[in-house]
């Protein structure tokens, strides 16, 4: 459905900040905002990030055909 455009590292890190946020919304450290953590794990899932299609960024490796 969508091109992978992201590395592991980069991945791993959306997960580990999209928790983050949600537990901060959960015990109230953020407000109901914080539940945006959804969206970088969502992305994390996917391995494709919509804004990184638009600059046309890829932080994953990409198979050279030499």
């Given amino acids: 459905?969508?091109?992978?455009?992201?590395?592991?590292?980069?991945?791993?890190i959306?997960?580990?900040?999209?928790?983050?946020?949600?537990?901060?919304?959960?015990?109230?450290?953020?407000g109901q905002w914080a539940y945006i953590g959804i969206v970088p794990?969502?992305?994390a899932a996917m391995g494709s990030c919509p804004a990184y299609k638009l600059i046309g960024l890829k932080t994953c490796k990409t198979s050279s055909g030499s």
Wanted: hydrophobic share 55%; net charge positive; no cysteine.
């Fill in 41 to 43: 794990i969502l992305t």
């Fill in 14 to 30: 959306r997960v580990v900040v999209g928790i983050g946020l949600i537990a901060a919304a959960l015990t109230g450290s953020l």
């Fill in 1 to 12: 459905m969508f091109e992978k455009n992201m590395g592991g590292l980069d991945r791993a």
